[in-house]
């Protein structure tokens, strides 16, 4: 079902209430990375010597392409807390041995955002202030690098209830929640030869929208790390 005009008109309400004072957010440039291999070029002057011979040659075994691992799905729900906690953990989630960029997590994130778009581009800026850029991806990837996040908490917080009685109807999208996290993110790799592991807490706020406005819950926004709503 699509939303109302109001809703979108809504969502940009949305916006300027979060950049004006409810949190600050840090935006920042989202490279663009491209791969390009082509085709091994032979010369159709140049036979083999099985043609010179007026042999058949047998054909050459086609080998399958290696194709990367995908980065797993957020999970989909309608609640907002399950939602924004199943972004929060895919967004930390990533492994820099399996041949992937930032931009790949990325993206994975962007495929749950707001389906009218409004939001995508701050969305993307949001994105790369959590993900390594890629010359710290590639330094990364030469220990193996890992990180996961555990949660220890997510909730409504305060400060969102205070600006809902604040803002007159209509100007934010019905079903739009902020959700902060407490968690842990945890990183694992190799320096010479031998594991290593760190462990530092974050703290962030996702803002979704979810029922009525859409039947399952959409990201529009995350504030800026360790700056979250309380």
Partial sequence: MSPAPTDSRARRRLTALITVGIVLLLLAAVGVYGLATGPR???????????????????????PTPSLPKVPAVPRSSDP??????????????????GLWPLDYTSTILAVGDPFGDEQAGLASDIATY???RDAWT?????????HLVINTSFVPDAWADALTQVQPGQI????????IEGTRHRTGVW???????EHPVAFTVFVVCAPTYPTCHLLRLSQLDNPLR
Avoid: I, M
């Fill in 81 to 98: 807390v399950t939602f924004a906690e199943g972004v929060a953990t895919t967004l930390f989630a990533w492994d820099t041995t399996l």
């Fill in 139 to 147: 330094e990364l990837r030469q220990y193996a690098t890992t990180q």
């Fill in 41 to 63: 070029n032979t010369s159709p002057t140049d036979p083999s010597p099985e043609a010179t011979l007026g042999v058949n040659a047998p054909p050459s075994p086609t080998l």
């Fill in 173 to 180: 999208a019905p079903g739009t929640v902020a959700v902060t």
């Fill in 192 to 198: 010479n030869g031998q594991p290593v592991t760190s």
């Fill in 131 to 133: 993900l390594p850029n």
